[in-house]
């Protein structure tokens, strides 16, 4: 599993949303390495990281086990995370994932929540796709897999990922997410559509989750509007909720100070 890594302090992993990768939390990365020993992998098919071969990061340790082929699912995802940890020695993190990384966040919480410090959730649901969400994110595999992603799939997605602010004030982000969705390959793009249309409901599993929680939405959402981010708030025992003015469903790239600025005075109030 590639990832790239900074700063120094408490362990804090950032999970990417779809279809992008790591670099997407470049801001707010640098804006938190002071506080955090700042983890950013590239999820398994996207960025540099492998669809299915074992993993490989910046410094692979001789004899890591990392897990094999799996089929589609975050809790796969979350299993490539939990080895990334266990190869760097660390007991625990702090875990936060925008949109299909709060998918994997969510997993991690499910499968191993005491490896977790702290859940903080981005532009993300608890509640499974509905049949026609699901039946979509197929198609899309598959086209990915047929015809690879030139020329549809950053014309497709963006309008829905980005704010209208971003989209009419920021024209140098919208660059750069359109950078990152043409660059990312289409074996992992189909990967995560599937491994996302697999993803159970995870409202038992934040329910659950006894650990400190922030949620945090941008207010031109479409996809995970504030209201469903209120609802996934609620189900946290300790979750709190921060709105993001002018951001929309990749708030940590819209927004990355906004963002790291929302982290830290989570931490200020909850620690």
């Known amino acids: 599993m590639h990832y790239v890594e900074s700063g120094t302090g408490t362990?804090?992993?950032?999970?990417?949303a779809f279809p992008v990768d790591a670099r997407m939390w470049e801001g707010v990365r640098t804006e938190l390495e002071d506080r955090f020993r700042v983890l950013?992998?590239?999820q398994r098919g996207m960025g540099q990281s492998p669809p299915h071969e074992s993993a490989v990061s910046e410094s692979p340790s001789e004899g890591s086990p990392w897990p094999a082929e799996r089929e589609?699912?975050?809790d796969a995802a979350a299993e490539d995370v939990l080895a990334l940890l266990d190869e760097l020695r660390l007991p625990s993190a702090y875990v936060a994932g925008c949109s299909m990384g709060g998918y994997v966040a969510m997993a991690l919480a499910r499968r191993a929540p005491e490896r977790i410090e702290g859940l903080i959730l981005a532009?993300?649901?608890?509640?499974?796709?509905?049949?026609?969400?699901?039946?979509?994110?197929l198609r899309v595999a598959d086209r990915a897999?047929?015809?690879?992603?030139?020329?549809?799939?950053?014309?497709?997605?963006?309008?829905?990922?980005?704010?209208?602010?971003?989209?009419?004030?920021?024209?140098?982000?919208?660059?750069?997410?359109?950078?990152?969705v043409e660059q990312q390959p289409s074996?992992?793009?189909?990967?995560?559509?599937?491994?996302m249309a697999a993803r159970?409901?995870?409202?038992?599993?934040?329910?659950?989750?006894?650990?400190?929680?922030?949620?945090?939405?941008?207010?031109?959402?479409?996809?995970?509007?504030?209201?469903?981010?209120?609802?996934?708030?609620?189900?946290?025992?300790?979750?709190?909720?921060?709105?993001?003015?002018?951001?929309?469903?990749?708030?940590p790239l819209e927004t990355p100070r906004a963002?790291?600025?929302?982290?830290?005075?989570?931490?200020?109030?909850s620690g």
């Open 11 to 16: 362990p804090l992993v950032l999970l990417h």
């Open 40 to 42: 950013a992998p590239d």
């Open 72 to 74: 589609p699912s975050p």
């Open 123 to 137: 532009d993300t649901k608890a509640e499974a796709d509905s049949a026609e969400q699901r039946d979509n994110r």
């Open 145 to 180: 897999e047929r015809e690879g992603t030139a020329g549809w799939l950053a014309g497709d997605t963006l309008p829905g990922l980005l704010g209208r602010t971003t989209r009419h004030r920021r024209e140098n982000v919208v660059e750069r997410a359109r950078t990152l």
């Open 187 to 195: 074996a992992g793009v189909a990967w995560a559509q599937r491994a």
């Open 200 to 251: 159970p409901d995870s409202s038992g599993t934040l329910r659950a989750y006894e650990g400190p929680a922030l949620v945090v939405v941008g207010d031109e959402d479409a996809l995970s509007p504030p209201e469903s981010a209120r609802g996934t708030a609620a189900l946290l025992p300790r979750g709190e909720l921060v709105t993001l003015p002018e951001a929309g469903h990749l708030s």
């Open 259 to 269: 963002f790291a600025d929302a982290v830290r005075g989570w931490l200020d109030g």
